[in-house]
């Protein structure tokens, strides 16, 4: 049975269908990578606005909150004039005021930290162009691409899901008679699905090229 594709021939075509591949998988990957842009941009965007919430409360608060009384008038000598200032600032440099011990700034860390947490849960996001930040723009353009891409990187997944299978299997019987050797030693059903599996691919690379001048 002679073989009707050159060594050469046969590799290139192997290796041009495991670079469809890698794209393949790569596009995989770009919906999950849209997803964790929007939950970045909106935790930076929530994140933001509950500052504001927070700025607005003063630090005497936290004796409201807690079961003991803190040297606030210590904490507000050193800078530290609202809740939003202890939410950005560390336990270390909360406990490095005067008259406020480690084991104080824990407890009032603690205390910021289940406000800041209420003020997320209660708060929501509201996009309008009358407001426009930083923030909220890359947020619009985010879930914008994302839902744009949506339903091609679906279709993409779909067409990997179902031919990566098929595409590794015909690799594998080309290369196992892909050789002057190779080919001369082999069973006439090697060599048939071999050959099979050539025509396979090499419809299936037409198909995508067509594809992608369409």
Same mark, same amino acid.
């Given at each position: 049975?002679?073989?009707? #594709?050159?060594?050469?021939?046969?590799?290139?075509?192997?290796?041009?269908?495991? *670079?469809?591949?890698? %794209?393949?998988?790569?596009? *995989?990957?770009?919906?999950?990578?849209?997803?964790?842009?929007?939950?970045?941009?909106?935790? *930076?965007?929530?994140? %933001?606005?509950?500052?504001?919430?927070?700025? &607005?409360?003063?630090?005497?608060?936290?004796?409201?909150?807690? %079961?003991?009384? #803190?040297?606030?008038?210590?904490?507000?000598?050193?800078?530290?004039?609202?809740?939003? &200032?202890?939410?950005?600032?560390?336990?270390?440099?909360?406990?490095?005021?005067?008259?406020?011990?480690?084991?104080?700034?824990?407890?009032?860390?603690?205390?910021?930290?289940?406000?800041?947490? *209420?003020?997320?849960?209660?708060?929501?996001?509201?996009?309008?162009?009358?407001?426009?930040?930083?923030?909220?723009?890359?947020?619009?353009?985010?879930?914008?691409?994302?839902?744009?891409?949506?339903?091609?990187?679906?279709?993409?997944?779909?067409?990997?899901?179902?031919?990566?299978?098929?595409?590794?299997?015909?690799?594998? &019987?080309?290369?196992?008679?892909?050789?002057?050797?190779?080919?001369?030693?082999?069973?006439?059903?090697?060599?048939?699905?071999?050959?099979?599996?050539?025509?396979?691919?090499?419809?299936?690379?037409?198909?995508?090229?067509? #594809?992608?001048?369409?």
């Amino acid at each position: 049975m002679a073989r009707p #594709f050159g060594v050469n021939d046969a590799k290139s075509l192997n290796d041009e269908h495991r *670079q469809l591949l890698s %794209k393949l998988e790569a596009e *995989q990957t770009a919906l999950q990578t849209y997803r964790e842009t929007i939950k970045k941009y909106s935790d *930076q965007l929530v994140t %933001k606005r509950v500052l504001e919430i927070l700025q &607005d409360i003063p630090i005497e608060e936290i004796n409201n909150r807690g %079961k003991r009384s #803190f040297r606030v008038k210590a904490l507000r000598d050193n800078g530290y004039r609202t809740i939003a &200032d202890i939410a950005s600032a560390s336990v270390h440099s909360i406990s490095s005021v005067y008259g406020v011990s480690e084991d104080a700034a824990y407890s009032i860390k603690r205390i910021v930290n289940e406000m800041t947490a *209420q003020a997320r849960q209660g708060f929501k996001i509201h996009l309008s162009t009358d407001n426009k930040t930083k923030e909220s723009s890359k947020l619009i353009l985010s879930i914008y691409l994302f839902k744009l891409l949506q339903p091609l990187i679906k279709s993409v997944q779909q067409l990997s899901d179902t031919n990566r299978s098929k595409i590794l299997s015909a690799i594998s &019987d080309i290369e196992a008679v892909n050789g002057r050797l190779k080919w001369l030693f082999s069973s006439k059903d090697k060599k048939h699905k071999a050959m099979e599996s050539y025509c396979l691919l090499t419809d299936n690379i037409y198909a995508v090229q067509s #594809f992608d001048c369409r």
